[in-house]
């Protein structure tokens, strides 16, 4: 296989689970035949919350879902890689904003633990916009759930409860999975191709059904390259330029292109 590299090219990810989706997304695109496998062995889910008074809280699916897009009272998040991850990023934020204790029905158990929790159906709306806006990567909200599942995880240790505080502090490992930027892959978006230039290189980024799945380089002048750069969405941008800037870097490193680059 080495022996067969002609030239090198590489994308600059936000984040490890940014990269574990992008190589997942090439893999099962490619089926490339070094690969042993079709794709990535992490199971695809997403975070579901609902914030109805019959069923509040917090739940992970497995994709695809199906849903009830008249349901005004439930909002999906991700995709995310790692079902098992996932399911302790929402214990943690179950633990911080219990969603699920607000429920406006009979069950006294239920009851008892909002008690215990000091929460009860009123305060539904508002935890359930807090679980959106840590779920949609809001700073200041994200930082608010960091810090009570800190304050939680040095209660415990303070207290002895040392199981406790190691649960608490890989719900938080796993929070940081969630809440990471990632943008190769979405749960609904339109098919879009993106473009990044730098010193004479254009990068051009195909994203089906929300998925980044693939990329090509060209030798190119801005003015060739400013059609493709005019059709790139504002909020790609720093992502595609930054990544133009990469690929002209690695082209200067290994001394040109390839006359088959040049003539792509």
């Known amino acids: 296989m080495v022996p067969g ?18 190589e997942r997304n090439l893999l099962e695109g490619w089926l490339p035949p070094w690969n042993r496998t079709a794709g990535g062995q ?13 069923s509040p809280g917090i739940a992970v699916l497995h994709l695809p879902v199906a849903r009830r897009a008249e349901d005004s009272a439930v909002r999906y998040f ?16 179950h633990r911080a904003l219990p969603l699920r204790y607000t429920f406006d029905g009979q069950s006294s158990l239920l009851r008892e633990l909002g008690v215990s929790r000091g929460v009860d159906a009123a305060d539904r709306d508002a935890l ?12 200041a909200a994200v930082a ?5 599942l800190a304050e939680l995880r040095d209660s415990a240790a303070a207290g002895e409860a040392y199981e406790v505080a190691g649960r608490i502090q890989t719900e938080l490992a796993a929070l940081e999975w969630v809440v990471c930027e990632q943008r190769a892959a979405v749960l609904e978006a339109p098919d879009v191709r993106l473009a990044g230039w730098a010193d004479g290189v254009l990068v051009r980024f195909d994203v089906r059904a929300g998925r980044l799945c693939g990329w090509r380089q060209f030798a190119r002048s801005r003015r060739q390259a400013e059609p493709w750069l005019a059709g790139t969405p504002p909020e790609w941008r720093e992502f595609t330029e930054r990544n133009a800037d990469l ?3 690695l082209r200067a490193a290994m001394g040109g292109v390839s006359a088959e680059f040049l003539t792509s």
Do not use: F, K
């Open 78 to 93: 991700g995709p995310y890689l790692g079902g098992a991850r996932v399911r302790l990023a929402a214990a943690g934020l």
């Open 144 to 148: 608010g759930v960091r810090g009570q």
């Open 128 to 139: 359930a916009s807090s679980l959106c806006a840590v779920l949609a990567r809001e700073p």
């Open 42 to 54: 992490e199971v695809a889910v997403c975070i579901r919350v609902d914030s109805s008074a019959r």
């Open 5 to 22: 590299i002609t030239e090198i090219e590489a994308v600059e990810c936000a984040s490890e689970h940014e990269a574990a989706w992008l």
């Open 247 to 249: 690929a002209a870097r």
